[in-house]
């Protein structure tokens, strides 16, 4: 057996990284592509790489020099024409060699597996493809395949029908041809379209001809979860590192991502912390059926959409500041409105201490393993501070304590009479048990009490972190108007204001879902109880947070979950307030993904 890479191609999307080489010579993960591909080969039983070159030839031959002697015979063909072929010629070069062996036919741009070329040699079928599962950052030829996994078409980009997706799979461009597939079938298919079609074509438009005929030899063999990548331009460098970082490396890549990880499809992300069961298909029809209106439109300014998110809520306009998710209104609110020395439960979400001057930070950490904190508790450590602000999160992140109505009136009624502003961030109240009467927006409440702001992030119970949505409100109607004039005047789209018009159609089937999903946390929390070497803390957030007490710490076992079965949980053994100790934070998702997780956690 040979192996055939082609490596003829300029890679003009990758920009800078390719100015001055091809694009098997940049790296990924240190590595060159090149490299990488080279020294899998060489674990195989190989007669000889043929390599086809091109851009930057003699760089790419300089390179590899002779690192692989003893190991890889290595031969050259050279594409002259690079720059006005594509690689349906470079294949074409290559043709005699391509019939004299059987032939591990590979793209220079790809990174993956060991065990991806294993697939391909162990496999008794002769002819094969290497194809995964459709995911949204595919691009390129895709097939389609049946039953007994007989390629039954190969779709081109034109052909490439969103409708059809379910049915796609992309091919690897990893390939095992027999030689008398090559003899008989591929070569002579391609010279023929070769000659019809010209020269800039690819080389799977002769696979798509061969598979169009009743009796193709050639066959798909469908990955399962193991990993590759193709390299087109820097985001899918980008992607490739991530994916392909070692352990702790690669945890750390994830979480510098901040989300967007809906780039890796594969993995079952337990830090982002949403409802599961909320829009309901039936409201993200309603949106899909307006889509292109949203898109080619602009959105209203702040007086339309802190109308709309006063009726979103049932409270006044003049009391509400809409942000670009409640990260914007939290930057605003911190740095131009809580000025002076502001108090802190700790452990909470850090947005919001990280936003104060250092100086300015008091700070109270509940000393109990469980940090359970009460109102009482609140205003006994405050009481003797000299503070002009106090922030809560409630229910809080990471710890789930929760501040029960009654027991926060108290603080609010607490506050107002020491002049102390309160800002009380609500963004998981709906979570709670008695989640219909939780909620400090009313008006009545924030005009009796105009020291009080509400902060709420639409992404977290409504399940639409996409749109970028969240509020501030008031009684202080002076300071919502600054803060709206604050605020970019377009800052939320038009998507974001649409679902904000539509939202009180679906409000019943919201509290549903809010109801479902306090039956699945408490079902989620009677598992992870079973787990030996995790302390469950009782949450009544969209969360749990865990004490690692044995066998691990938070950080291995963080990293064991992502190696071992992609699923990212929160590491929290760095945050302040547990004092190096261990502790995870896990989201709840649906049942299905949580089982799962549970599984993967009992294994271990």
């Known amino acids: 057996?040979?192996?055939?890479?082609?490596?003829?191609?300029?890679?003009?999307?990758?920009?800078?990284?390719?100015?001055?080489?091809?694009?098997?010579?940049?790296?990924?993960?240190?590595?060159?592509?090149?490299?990488?591909?080279?020294?899998?080969?060489?674990?195989?039983?190989?007669?000889?790489?043929?390599?086809?070159?091109?851009?930057?030839?003699?760089?790419?031959?300089?390179?590899?020099?002779?690192?692989?002697?003893?190991?890889?015979?290595?031969?050259?063909?050279?594409?002259?024409?690079?720059?006005?072929?594509?690689?349906?010629?470079?294949?074409?070069?290559?043709?005699?060699?391509?019939?004299?062996?059987?032939?591990?036919?590979?793209?220079?741009?790809?990174?993956?597996?060991?065990?991806?070329l294993k697939l391909l040699v162990g496999n008794p079928y002769p002819n094969l493809a290497l194809v995964a599962k459709y995911e949204t950052w595919m691009?390129?030829?895709?097939?389609?395949?049946?039953?007994?996994?007989?390629?039954?078409?190969?779709?081109?980009?034109?052909?490439?029908?969103?409708?059809?997706?379910?049915?796609?799979?992309?091919?690897?461009?990893?390939?095992?041809?027999?030689?008398?597939?090559?003899?008989?079938?591929?070569?002579?298919?391609?010279?023929?379209?070769?000659?019809?079609?010209?020269?800039?074509?690819?080389?799977?438009?002769?696979?798509r001809v061969i598979t169009a005929l009743d009796k193709s030899a050639l066959r798909a063999l469908p990955i399962t979860d193991e990993k590759w990548y193709e390299i087109d331009d820097i985001q899918d460098r980008d992607i490739a590192e991530t994916i392909f970082a070692k352990d702790a490396g690669q945890l750390e890549r994830f979480h510098q991502c901040y989300g967007g990880y809906w780039r890796f499809p594969q993995m079952k992300d337990f830090c982002y912390l949403v409802n599961p069961f909320f829009p309901t298909d039936r409201m993200k029809d309603e949106i899909r059926a307006n889509f292109d209106t949203l898109l080619t439109q602009y959105p209203s300014g702040m007086?339309?959409?802190?109308?709309?998110?006063?009726?979103?809520?049932?409270?006044?306009?003049?009391?509400?500041?809409?942000?670009?998710?409640?990260?914007?209104?939290?930057?605003?609110?911190?740095?131009?409105?809580?000025?002076?020395?502001?108090?802190?439960?700790?452990?909470?979400?850090?947005?919001?201490?990280?936003?104060?001057?250092?100086?300015?930070?008091?700070i109270f950490s509940p000393e109990n393993p469980d940090f359970r904190y009460s109102s009482q508790d609140v205003k006994d450590f405050f009481g003797n501070k000299e503070i002009k602000n106090l922030l809560l999160v409630n229910p809080d992140n990471p710890s789930g304590n929760y501040i029960p109505f009654k027991e926060l009136m108290d603080l609010v009624e607490w506050t107002a009479h020491r002049s102390v502003s309160l800002v009380v961030d609500e963004s998981f109240v709906d979570f709670t048990d008695n989640h219909t009467e939780a909620s400090l927006l009313h008006n009545d409440i924030l005009t009796a009490y105009p020291h009080l702001t509400v902060v709420k992030s639409i992404s977290k119970?409504?399940?639409?972190?996409?749109?970028r949505l969240g509020i501030a409100a008031s009684g202080n109607t002076a300071m919502m108007a600054e803060m709206r004039r604050e605020v970019a005047i377009w800052n939320i789209n038009s998507f974001a204001e649409f679902y904000m018009q539509i939202f009180n159609k679906y409000e019943k089937d919201y509290h549903e879902a809010c109801s479902k999903f306090i039956a699945e946390r408490e079902i989620f929390h009677e598992e992870l109880k079973t787990i030996p070497f995790l302390r469950v803390i009782p949450s009544q957030a969209n969360f749990f947070l865990c004490e690692v007490t044995d066998r691990f710490t938070s950080g291995q076992l963080t990293g064991l979950l992502l190696k071992s079965g992609n699923i990212l949980v929160k590491d929290c053994g760095g945050k302040r307030a547990f004092a190096g100790k261990n502790y995870i934070r896990i989201a709840v998702r649906s049942r299905e993904d949580n089982s799962l997780l549970v599984e993967k956690l009992r294994k271990l």
């Open 139 to 207: 691009d390129g030829t895709m097939v389609r395949i049946d039953s007994e996994n007989n390629i039954v078409s190969f779709v081109p980009k034109k052909a490439f029908r969103y409708s059809d997706v379910p049915f796609y799979y992309k091919t690897c461009n990893m390939y095992k041809f027999s030689k008398e597939f090559s003899r008989n079938q591929y070569v002579p298919f391609l010279e023929a379209y070769s000659k019809a079609m010209g020269n800039n074509e690819y080389y799977e438009q002769v696979l």
């Open 1 to 116: 057996m040979q192996a055939i890479i082609l490596a003829a191609g300029m890679g003009k999307r990758l920009g800078e990284l390719t100015k001055d080489n091809t694009k098997c010579m940049i790296e990924v993960c240190g590595i060159r592509l090149i490299d990488r591909m080279l020294s899998q080969l060489a674990g195989l039983d190989l007669k000889r790489v043929i390599l086809v070159v091109g851009y930057q030839a003699d760089n790419l031959m300089s390179h590899i020099g002779h690192r692989y002697d003893g190991r890889l015979r290595i031969e050259y063909v050279m594409n002259p024409i690079y720059d006005r072929t594509n690689n349906i010629y470079s294949l074409a070069l290559a043709k005699q060699q391509l019939q004299e062996d059987d032939t591990l036919l590979l793209e220079s741009d790809l990174v993956f597996e060991d065990r991806m």
């Open 461 to 467: 119970s409504y399940g639409v972190p996409g749109l």
């Open 303 to 362: 007086k339309v959409n802190s109308l709309l998110a006063g009726k979103y809520f049932g409270i006044r306009q003049e009391m509400v500041c809409v942000g670009n998710g409640a990260a914007e209104l939290i930057k605003c609110l911190m740095e131009n409105h809580c000025k002076g020395k502001t108090g802190f439960v700790f452990p909470t979400f850090e947005e919001y201490p990280n936003r104060a001057d250092a100086d300015d930070k008091v």
